[in-house]
Nanobody, 115 residues
Framework: QVQLVESGGGSVQPGGSLRLSCAAS????????MYWVRQAPGKRLEWVSV????????EYTNSVKGRFTISRDNAMNTVSLQMNSLKSEDTAIYYC????????RGQGTQVTVSS
């Protein structure tokens, strides 16, 4: 079965950095577009970033452009999100998702940005 396990979250001060990782198993990872989505307290699920099969296409929601970088390693079945210049509004639970923003996702990893 599909399994997605996110890690790398934590608490950082504004301006700090974190690198999230998602380990995938149970499906053909190299045939799946992968997404990062997030959900802040009291808010709806928000798409953050997407990467295609061979990493030739990457896109980001406007609020994170220039600060976040998505990547994947098809040999290791992992997708990552490098987050720099973090802001308080980036505070959320971050999930990786398979195939679409509403596709299967993991349990999430908490990111808290606060001074």
């Amino acid at each position: 079965q599909v399994q997605l396990v996110e890690s790398g979250g934590g608490s950082v001060q504004p301006g700090g950095s974190l690198r999230l990782s998602c380990a995938a198993s149970g499906f053909a990872f190299d045939k799946s577009w992968m997404y990062w989505v997030r959900q802040a307290p009291g808010k709806r699920l928000e798409w953050v970033s997407v990467i295609n099969l061979d990493s030739s296409f990457k896109e980001y929601t406007n609020s994170v452009k220039g600060r976040f970088t998505i990547s994947r390693d098809n040999a290791m079945n992992t997708v990552s999100l490098q987050m720099n210049s973090l802001k308080s509004e980036d505070t959320a639970i971050y999930y990786c998702a398979k195939d679409s923003t509403t596709g299967p996702r993991g349990q999430g990893t908490q990111v808290t940005v606060s001074s």
